[in-house]
């Protein structure tokens, strides 16, 4: 039921859209958000620290590998006195 739905609601919409071309019309610009998604990678401050301790970690050492940089990188999450 669910897929017939859907196409019915396609078809719909295709022959708006076809409809709006015979006429000329460009038809629409662009869709609307059907949902609020955000950014986690982003907002999430867990790896927003991560984040700056490993750019912190390559900005004091000139040449620390690849390997530090990644052990280091999960000290984010723990307490900052247990790290010291």
């Known amino acids: ?31 609307n958000p ?12 867990d790896n927003l620290k991560r984040q700056a301790e490993a750019v912190k970690a390559r900005a004091a050492m000139e040449k620390t590998s690849g390997k530090q ?3 280091n990188a999960g000290n984010a ?3 900052e006195a247990v790290v010291a």
Do not use: C, F, V
């Open 77 to 79: 999450s723990k307490d």
């Open 34 to 45: 059907q949902h609020t998604k955000r950014h986690g990678y982003r907002d999430n401050p």
């Open 1 to 31: 039921m669910t897929r017939q739905s859907k196409n019915a609601t396609n078809a719909a919409r295709a022959r708006t859209i076809t409809a709006m071309h015979k006429n000329g019309e460009k038809g629409p610009s662009k869709t």
């Open 69 to 71: 940089i990644l052990r």
